[in-house]
Every structure is written in C-alpha cells, then in structure tokens.
C-alpha cells in the first residue's frame, strides 16, 4: 500500500522542491518507493535522481503555450519499459510534434506560434500605407510601357524589415491613452507579424486591375470617356467582389492542409529568414546565405540590364543567321519563338508566369512540355503551311490584320456608338489574327474542358474528400494555431458582396456598358469556378484562365458590343483572379 506522501512526490515533485524540499530528500524517497537499493542500483533508476528546471539552462522553445507545473509529467526513470508503464511514465520517444503532413510546408512553414504577439501597430500602419502607396503609383505609371517595371511583394518584404527596424529603434516609447485604449507608437522590437501584415497592405493593391483596361480602351480606342468616378466605381466594385469571394471560400482554400499555395511558401520562408536563426546546411544562418545570394544578385541585375543588355536575350539562331528571315521569326526572343535563345537575366525569366521556384518540378515540366508542342512545333507547321492564309502576318503577335497583311483599324467598322456597323465591316473586309493567336485561343476552349474532365478522372475522389474535410472538425496544426484568433464572420462578406453586386449593376446601367441581367450571368461565372479553380491553383501554383469562356459567352449574348464583352469579361474572370490572389 503506497503512502500518501510518495504519492503526492511522485506526481508533484516541483511543488516539493518550491517549498524547500531538498532535491536530495526528494529523490531518496522514490528510490525506497521504487524498492531500489542504494547499496547496488539499478542501472538508471536510484543511481539516478529527478532533474528540476535550473534557472541558468537554456530556455526551451516557446509554442505560444505556457506549461502548467501542476500537469507536468515525469522523465521516465529507466530503460525498462514494463516498470515505467507500472508507473505511469512512459516513453516520450514515440511522441511526435505535430506538423502538416505535407514536407514542402513543413520547410517552409512554422507550426508554432505566440498568439500575444503584438501585430497591428502605429508601425504596420504607417510603413504599409506607404508601400501601398509608392507600389501602385509606380506599377501603374508603369503599366502602359511596352517594356514595364513592375514592383511585387518581395521588394516590400525586403525594404520592410530595415525599414522596420529603424523605426523600432527612433519612435518613442510612451504609451497614450484615446477613449479608455492604451497604444503606443514603438511597442518594442519589429516582429513577424508586423512585417507580414505590411506586406499584406502592399501586395493586396500592388497590381494593376484588369477595370483599368477596360477604361483606357473606351476612352482611347472608342472615344468614350467613362468618367472619374465611375471609372473609380468599375475599378473598386471589381476589385472588392473578388474580395468577397477569397472571405466566403476560405473554408475550402485556406483552411484544409491540402492546400498549400506553393507560391505564398516562397513568402513564408522569407519571412522565417528574417526573423529566426536557423543553420543552412550546418554552416552558416539562413539569414547570413539569404544576404549572400540578395547582394549577389542585385548586383548582378546592372550587368544584363544596363551594361550588357545582349545578355538579357541570348538568341543563338540569329547570330547565326543575322540576315535570315526564317532564323529571325524562329530564334527572336521578342517578336518570334525564342528558339534556342538563352537569358542570363532573372527579371526575363520571371516576367511573364513569375518565379519558376514557386512551381512543382512535375508542373514546370508540364509547362516546359506544352509550350514546346505549341509554340516550336504546331505553331511553325501551321505558320509556313500558310494555314488560314496567315502566312502574310507575322509569326507571333496580337494584333489583328486585314487579309492582305495590313493593320486592321477598328474604327472604320464602328457606329457612332461604339458598336460593330456590319455593313461597314462588309465593305472594310473580315478581320484576321496570326495563326499562333488563334490556335492558342483554341486551345485555350479545350483546355478548359479538357483540365475538368482530368481533374474530375484522376483526382475527383480526392477533392471531394477535401472538401468534406474542409467542413470537418479534423484540423491540421496551423488551422489549430488560427483558432486562437477571433474568426470574421460569413455575413460581413456576404453583405460586401451585395453592395459591390448592387453597385456593380448600377454602374453598368446608367453607363450602359451591359445590361443588369448579363452582370448577374457574369457573376455566377466567379461563383461557380472559384473554388475548384483555386483548389487547382492551390496544389499546382497553376490557374486556369475563364478569358475566353466569358468572352464566348458575352460574344454570344451580345455580338459587336465589345465594351459589355470587356465588361463581361471584368465580372466574370476577373473578380475570381482577384478573389485567388488574395
């Protein structure tokens, strides 16, 4: 029979210590409860003696959780795992952290976290309206040059952090106090979260909306100036409606472990650079290589683009043949195929689908593969067969041309309205577009049919059991650290939704871009398409594009109208891309 005392040691032996309990005592007890004989030990058991926490060890990580001294279970005292189970004290060996089950998140992201970390402060506030600010000033302005500069999220990420720190360093401390809220400018040092946060601020408004197109060609292709404020309107209802819709399908987009948005990885890892120390390759920090291969580059950037430009487009094929034609519309980087034509400057590579780091191998050489099918082969057999009489135009453009090879000017076929005069465009002559132009947006129509029926074959089961999972309790490490946070409720999105939606209508409406009923049709594209679009996109960093089935279906409704087959195309893909790149 156990005594009351050995017992209560055995399960609180701090509470023993902190009363003045000599260690000593403590673990001589045990060792007459254990029947071990001070004379001839065990191997493990009275030979060794409980181990309490000193003030002078290093510290153990911190998981945002404060430990109980009161539920604190004992070491196991031996290697024999039959008397450590009489006892109570197991193995702790088995016990794994809980982590995703994915390795590229477990690399990438942490699964822990301080939820009394302070977030949004005077600093995050400050530093990311002014981000927001200069990037979208900049990538707009920028936007209607053929050769664009365009700032992104990672130049916020890397300005932030000095930025940051310098202010951690000159606000002052003192706290103030408005309407019963104690704050402060300088609440300590930068953290994590007011670095994210910032860049959150940023990227949101970086790009440039799709709405701004739509205003540019009324204006200067059909002469119809929209207005400032309702091209403000456009812009923002477009915008905010994607908004809504990132709010309303975070259930299924953000919150199952499946979904591991490769290209947001690459962000998360950066941030984890800045702000903990950790080996890269048990040499040197993370922090020590990222500066390293950041200053490496940045100074290798003036070298294909200022001192040597060559180097940006190293095409082979025509410094093999300057004076050939063929070599030229095959080997040109820019107005041909890009045959055999090599860079040695990141900025190209990274131009037009972003960083190729952020894309699964599998995916980039499907990519790779498809782009040679179309672009080397289909498209120069199509091009020198002189197929649809596009053998008078050149190899790759956009633009549209008579049959002849000329430009194609649209306002000879325009009414006074801005709409298609089919007489005129009788007498004018049809229009044509580049054989490359026009198999791409065939392929673009089977494309769309073509990835539903794959993805419903091959990977439908395992969509539909994340979805179910989605709507389940089974909760993966990071959606558990979430719930610490308080949750934005469904309704606040649903009502953004119906002022955008209402807005939306009224703008088209009394502007007459389309009728009312064609932007509820518009809608119901973003409705339908986002969640399993974004599951795609979540997995393979892969969107597919709904441009040309709008343009089909508003093409279809309303036939000539170009202005309502752009405004169309707003609501109906746009708002969606807006809604997965938030």
């Not at 599951?535 to 040309?548: F, H």
Request: glycine share 8%.
């Amino acid at each position: 029979m156990h005594d009351p005392i050995d017992n209560d040691i055995e399960e609180h032996p701090l509470r023993y210590k902190e009363n003045g309990v000599d260690e000593t005592e403590i673990s001589g007890i045990l060792s007459t409860h254990f029947n071990t004989a001070s004379e001839t030990p065990s191997p493990g058991v009275g030979s060794k003696k409980l181990s309490f926490p000193d003030s002078d060890a290093t510290p153990a990580p911190d998981y945002g959780i404060s430990p109980d001294k009161e539920s604190m279970e004992l070491t196991p005292l031996s290697g024999d795992d039959s008397m450590n189970e009489k006892h109570g004290l197991k193995q702790q060996t088995d016990d794994v952290e809980e982590d995703s089950p994915y390795e590229v998140v477990r690399h990438s992201v942490s699964n822990k976290d301080d939820p009394s970390m302070y977030s949004l402060t005077f600093r995050v506030w400050l530093l990311g309206i002014i981000f927001t600010g200069v990037l979208s000033f900049v990538n707009q302005f920028f936007f209607y040059r053929q050769n664009q500069l365009s700032l992104g999220g990672s130049v916020v990420q890397l300005l932030a952090f000095p930025a940051g720190y310098v202010l951690s360093r000159v606000l002052p401390t003192r706290k103030f106090t408005t309407f019963g809220w104690v704050w402060t400018l300088n609440p300590g040092p930068f953290n994590i979260k007011e670095h994210v946060l910032i860049s959150i601020f940023a990227t949101a408004s970086s790009g440039s909306p799709y709405a701004i197109d739509v205003v540019t060609i009324k204006k200067i292709w059909y002469k119809s100036d929209l207005g400032f404020v309702a091209s403000l309107l456009f812009i923002l209802t477009s915008q905010i409606m994607g908004y809504s819709f990132a709010g309303l399908a975070r259930k299924f987009l953000v919150y199952p472990a499946a979904m591991i948005w490769p290209a947001s990885l690459i962000s998360v890892t950066l941030f984890r650079t800045f702000h903990e120390i950790q080996d890269f390759g048990g040499k040197m920090s993370r922090t020590k290589m990222f500066w390293i291969c950041f200053i490496g580059s940045f100074l290798w950037y003036f070298v294909p683009n200022f001192l040597i430009p060559a180097l940006s487009y190293i095409a082979l094929l025509c410094y093999m043949a300057p004076n050939n034609v063929i070599a030229n519309q095959l080997g040109d980087s820019y107005n041909g195929l890009g045959i055999l034509n090599f860079t040695l400057d990141w900025s190209t590579i990274s131009s037009n689908m972003g960083s190729p780091i952020a894309y699964p191998w599998a995916m980039a050489c499907n990519l790779f593969a498809g782009f040679v099918v179309v672009m080397w082969i289909i498209t120069p057999i199509g091009y020198y067969s002189n197929t649809w009489g596009t053998g008078n135009m050149p190899i790759y453009t956009a633009h549209l041309y008579r049959t002849n090879g000329s430009a194609y000017d649209i306002h000879e076929i325009m009414t006074s309205d801005q709409h298609l005069d089919e007489a005129k465009y009788a007498e004018y002559g049809p229009v044509r577009m580049s054989f490359q132009f026009a198999i791409s947006y065939g392929i673009g129509f089977a494309a769309i049919m073509t990835l539903l029926v794959y993805i419903g074959l091959h990977y439908g089961p395992e969509i539909y059991q994340q979805l179910r999972q989605s709507r389940s309790i089974n909760e993966d490490v990071h959606l558990k650290l979430m719930r610490h946070y308080e949750e934005v409720p469904h309704w606040w999105y649903i009502v953004l939704f119906v002022i955008t939606f209402a807005t939306s209508i009224a703008i088209c409406e009394i502007y007459h871009m389309m009728p009312w009923y064609w932007v509820v049709v518009a809608t119901l594209v973003p409705l339908v398409f986002t969640i399993p679009i974004g599951i795609i996109q979540a997995v393979s960093n892969q969107q597919p594009g709904l441009n040309v089935i709008t343009e089909f279906i508003i093409g279809y409704g309303m036939p000539g109208n170009p202005i309502a087959n752009v405004t169309f195309k707003v609501y109906g893909y746009i708002t969606m891309t807006q809604a997965l790149n938030l």
